[in-house]
Nanobody, 127 residues
């Protein structure tokens, strides 16, 4: 079992930046892939970025250039840096962990691929 705990959600003005953190605990060797997802009101949870323990990273097309995912294995922590936030990106951000094969170049994290989830952290972007 892997437990995940997100933090860093805040209320920011449009155009602002923030960094979300997710600390993993438990049997973390069960997972080789970590991802960040977002759920906005009335929409399904969507994958934003994923990172493997090898260091490979992938991003959803809509966030490329503004989102950066990173992983500190010494701290069992995955981060998501976000710049130029938009009001429509208000929502709950979730961290997830799972085990899957190596990603294709156009892979984007999908909910069904991850077994372990955090409780989420709220990000509110005001215009």
């Amino acid at each position: 079992q892997v437990e995940l705990k997100e933090s860093g959600g805040v209320s920011v003005q449009a155009g602002g930046s923030l960094t979300l953190s997710c600390v993993a605990s438990g049997n973390t060797v069960m997972a080789n892939c970590l991802g960040w997802f977002r759920q906005t009101p009335g929409k399904e949870r969507e994958g934003l970025a994923g990172i493997y323990t090898t260091g490979e990273r992938r991003y959803a097309e809509s966030v490329k250039g503004r989102f950066t995912i990173s992983h500190d294995p010494a701290k069992d922590t995955v981060y998501l840096q976000i710049t130029d936030l938009k009001p429509e990106e208000t929502g709950t951000y979730y961290c997830a962990a799972g085990r899957r094969h190596s990603p294709s170049m156009n892979w984007v994290p999908a909910v069904r691929e991850f077994s372990y989830w955090g409780q989420g952290t709220q990000v509110t972007v005001s215009s």
